[in-house]
């Protein structure tokens, strides 16, 4: 989790990577067992991909809280 929300602040990730760092973070959140920071994360990859494989998957994760 920190690595990932280090990686976000950098001030230089791909913007590409974002919405697959933020359903990474998500999971993390998930396994931990912080349901809040998991939906936030998860419904935060939809905004930046609605479309994407990744918004596919945190949809997926979504439904399991």
Same mark, same amino acid.
């Given at each position: 989790?920190?690595?990932?929300?280090?990686?976000?602040?950098?001030?230089?990730?791909?913007? =590409?990577?974002?919405?697959?760092?933020?359903?990474?973070?998500?999971?993390?959140?998930?396994? =931990?067992?912080?349901?809040? %920071? %998991?939906?936030?994360?998860?419904?935060?990859?939809?905004?930046?991909?609605?479309?994407?494989?990744? %918004?596919?998957?945190?949809?997926?994760?979504?439904?399991?809280?």
């Amino acid at each position: 989790i920190e690595l990932l929300t280090a990686y976000i602040g950098s001030g230089e990730p791909e913007p =590409k990577l974002f919405p697959t760092t933020h359903l990474l973070l998500g999971l993390a959140y998930q396994l =931990k067992g912080d349901y809040p %920071a %998991a939906r936030r994360e998860l419904e935060r990859v939809a905004m930046l991909s609605p479309h994407g494989e990744d %918004a596919e998957a945190a949809e997926i994760l979504l439904q399991g809280l």
